[in-house]
């Protein structure tokens, strides 16, 4: 027997039901290698509870009541980084992803409080320059006003001793490689390092004004929250709603309604 059919039959064993199930956090979906072209700019799209608007985030109202942000901006733009309305948001939580050069994250604008910061170890190259050695990793920064951690809501179901049907804890390094490709960039981050790092650190509406290719969505599915994106790629929002098709087996809307509702 696998080590994680191990862990799923100690779960079902002790009727854990404290956490994401062990199989259903493994599960991180891909989009298909051919995605349908069905979002286009000014779009609403609803994904289930969730929302996904196809726009420029500095153009779209945020929504009231925000837990936490994901902020995962152009970091090349720092036009943008620094003027990004970040205290629109109003979160409690914020956290901050970015490579080597942006770690202090020196230009983002928030007032909440530094707490921590999380790394993910990509195993191979992340980012090639010719100017520059090649970046291996991703960092994340976790500003937060509520002082709040709790190591038991979510666990590595790949790490850990085996006694703990969970797996182990979050650790400041997340170990795993870059797995798929779309749009020529990898999906720059491991859907259960995000569902670890949400599940621990944040609570609330989960606010993604750059949703990328679409992990923040199906690490909030993992969890059962609510999330809130922006991309300004069609392509990219095509794939955000290929990956959470496969995963959740529902069927995406296209709506030009009130992306709130």
């Not at 006003?145 to 809501?153: A, F, I």
């Not at 490689?177 to 859907?191: G, Q, S, W």
Request: charged letters at 25%.
């Amino acid at each position: 027997m696998f080590l994680g059919d191990l862990r799923r039959a100690r779960a079902a064993a002790v009727g854990d039901n404290s956490a994401p199930r062990v199989d259903r956090l493994r599960r991180e979906s891909r989009a298909p290698s051919v995605v349908p072209s069905r979002i286009r700019a000014g779009d609403v799209v609803r994904l289930g509870t969730h929302r996904l608007v196809c726009c420029d985030a500095r153009d779209v109202t945020p929504p009231p009541r925000a837990g936490v942000v994901l902020f995962d901006p152009p970091f090349e733009d720092q036009t943008l980084v620094r003027n990004f309305p970040l205290s629109d948001f109003a979160a409690g939580d914020l956290l901050v992803f970015g490579n080597c050069s942006h770690a202090t994250q020196r230009n983002v604008q928030t007032s909440l409080p530094w707490r921590f910061q999380f790394v993910w170890d990509a195993v191979a190259r992340h980012c090639a320059a010719a100017d520059r050695p090649l970046w291996g990793h991703k960092t994340c920064d976790w500003f937060s006003t509520r002082n709040v951690y709790d190591g038991r809501t979510v666990r590595d179901p790949d790490s850990g001793s085996g006694d703990d049907p969970r797996g182990g804890p979050l650790t400041s390094v997340y170990r795993a490689p870059i797995t798929t490709v779309a749009e020529h960039r990898a999906y720059a981050k491991p859907v259960p390092w995000l569902a670890m790092l949400l599940g621990n650190c944040t609570a609330g509406l989960i606010v993604d004004p750059f949703a990328g290719t679409g992990s923040g969505l199906l690490a909030a599915e993992m969890l059962g929250r609510r999330w809130w994106g922006v991309e300004i790629s069609p392509l990219r929002c095509d794939i955000i709603v290929a990956r959470w098709e496969s995963y959740s087996g529902e069927t995406a809307e296209i709506s030009t309604s009130n992306p709130l509702t």
